[in-house]
């Protein structure tokens, strides 16, 4: 486990790192991209370093490949940061993730960063991350095939050591014997997600396992606009059970000016269960050691049955922000709010540009939306253009590491300057 690092900004950036490439950007619509790199000065235990970042996305068509290359050059010694090089682990985080094609797609696969995870219609796992941690980033695993008559979505957060493994297989057993558009659609869905060793000790039989079941009956597929009902159960480990019903819709007001997708789910929640287990913050919550706490045992402590609506909606107007958000909260019950957000403006945006991903737990007020503590997981990017393609930005990290010394996940914020050279292409 890498030393804990302490980052404060020393300096403003210098210079840039400017060169063509393609990329991929958190627009679902679309494919377009963007290069960005820099070079700045941080602060990790008193001693200095330039920074140097570069981080190319390249977007093809429907294949995407992301790299992050981050060097640290010791400005007293001339060498480069070793403890960011001291595992074979660490090389292979070079490549950020490979891609082809998109979450819905007849096929879908994605190599390296899971950034929003989501299985079936995520009443067991959604928007979940394998970057929780900065310093702690895992190559995961998507694969999704649709053969029509029956598919199946899977994931794994981690190939170097398969940790959290998931899948959803699917029928539609109607589609080869009916033409009927809304009927022969109908589809089953059964769905298997585990936690192999959530304490990361192979020593311990220790696996979480959910299981789930779910029916999806389309009933508008329109080009422009597609609507569809569901119905899922669940149940978690040994642990209680839960079942959710909800509406989801696609709408399409002319390609480029505006595109939203919505849905509103009503949640039953038994005892001992809650949904979206595999979340945002599964992975600093599946095992604190300082208590010795895995997130499963934690059910136990659910011993009221419950009611709660989930909702969500994303989408972009005019082609200038994309938007991501949802909100879940009980029925009656203190604190149980969970918020997820992201937004990014687009390239024809002019003077300034914004990158930012936010989750929130136990929102009770509005006032806890606004408050960063051990509920929150924040990025945010604000830039100012210079040029189209020359903006200076400030990023803004707040995550967890693992300490050592406390044998628990902190905070750690991280504040990085920089010149970034952004060029858009679309495809």
Known sequence: ??????????????????????AQTTNPFGNSGS?????????????????????????????????????????????????DWDEDYDWARLIRYVRYGRKGDTFYTKVGALDAARIGHGFIMNYYTNEASYDDRKIGLALDLDFGTFGFESMTNNLGRLEVIGGRAFVRPLR????????????????????????GSRGTDDAFNAFGLDVELPLINLPMFRTYTYFDWAKLDTFGTGTAVGI?????????????TARLERRFLGKEFIPSFFDAFYEVQ????????????????????????????????????????NFQRLD????????????????NVP????????????????????????????????????????????????????????GRYKAQERFSPRVAFVYNFGF
């Open 248 to 260: 989801a819709a696609d709408l399409k007001i002319i390609a480029g000016v505006a595109e939203v």
């Open 35 to 83: 290069f960005t790199g820099g070079i700045g000065m941080t602060v990790i235990d008193d001693q200095s370093y330039m920074t140097i970042n570069l981080r190319p996305d390249l977007a093809i068509g429907k294949f995407g490949l992301g790299l992050n290359v981050n060097l640290l050059y010791n400005t007293d010694n001339g060498a480069i940061r070793g403890e």
């Open 176 to 199: 080869p014997y009916i033409n009927i558009p809304i009927i022969k659609n109908l589809t089953f869905g059964t769905t298997f997600v585990s936690d192999v060793d959530p304490d």
């Open 351 to 406: 003077m300034f540009a914004l990158q930012a991903t936010y989750d929130k737990m136990g929102i009770e007020q509005m006032d806890d939306v606004f408050t960063l503590d051990d509920r929150s997981i924040a990025r945010l990017g604000i830039g100012y253009k210079v040029k189209p393609y020359l903006v200076l930005f400030m990023d803004y990290i707040y995550t967890f590491q693992f300490d050592e010394d406390l």
């Open 286 to 325: 599946r095992y604190q050691p300082d208590i010795d706490m895995r997130k499963g045992e934690s059910l136990a402590y659910i011993q009221e049955e419950t009611k709660g609506t989930y909702g969500e909606l994303v989408g972009h107007i005019l082609n200038t922000i994309q938007l991501v958000g």
């Open 332 to 347: 009656d019950t203190p604190n149980s709010g969970v918020l997820h957000f992201a937004a990014e403006t687009k390239q």
């Open 1 to 22: 486990m890498k030393k804990n690092m302490n980052f404060m900004l020393t300096a403003m950036l210098v210079v840039i790192i400017a060169t063509s490439a393609f």
